[in-house]
């Protein structure tokens, strides 16, 4: 079962890398099969995914929300879902995929580079509150990701020479794409603010402290409170367009930073999800 894993595994990397050299290729050079195949294949891509996982939750018997490695293959998926039940209400802003499947290849990639020890659940790990803060966490990160593709339309729709690039005209209005990014975080800011709440009960259940300074704990409220600035000069400032843009691909980034590097940078508590045999 842990080979079918694996092999469902990279068979998911080579689908997810080939519809973002699909993608890129079909947009720059308006080929639209190409395009198209790109299209296609996150469907392809999203079944090894998914595939994946339910191989790991056989042989496991249960949920991917332990390791590290668990956590990240199911942020994948989440966050394709999010961008298929984004697009397939907007035909409009299928291009974003151009931006949007690279970034969740990345997040693939980093799958299989971290440790796929098997994990067993302890009685305390057992809690409606961990689901919770896991769920949430999924939430948020897809959120985050679909508006940061959003943003990346908008600061490229606003190029100088945009009618010399005409690929670039194939972008959404940036006027639209933007709006849609705000919202997105704002979704994205009250998913993270109920991960940290529900992360909060959860570990004075299991260590009987709701906080403790643990770096991820810090770096998840330095996320908040990120995105929490970004609303507050939306409302107050009318922060919009390019400004706003490289705002939100600057927050991603320290995003990316908590939820990713994090855990190998700094000892954390978090860590102790990683049971080996």
Known sequence: MVDLEKTFLFASIIACAL???????GWIFSKERLFSWGKGLIWLFLMLNTATIAARWH??????????????????WVATVFYLIFVSRRKEFNVIGVFAMPIILLSIGAVAMSPAEISR?????KSIWLIAHVLFAKLTYGSILIATALSSTVILREYPDVEKLFFLKRLPEPERADLLSYRLIASA??????MIISGSIWANQLW???????PIEVWSLVSWLVYGLYLHLRFTCKFTGMRASFYVLAAFAVTVFSLFIMPFVFPTVHNSFMFRK
């Open 121 to 125: 659940l302890t009685p305390s790990y």
């Open 19 to 25: 519809s973002s050299i699909f993608h890129i290729y």
């Open 189 to 194: 800011l009250f998913f993270c603010s109920i």
């Open 208 to 214: 009987g402290k709701y906080w403790g300074w643990d």
């Open 59 to 76: 042989y496991q018997g249960h949920g991917p929300y332990i390791t590290l490695y668990e956590v990240l293959l199911s942020n994948v």
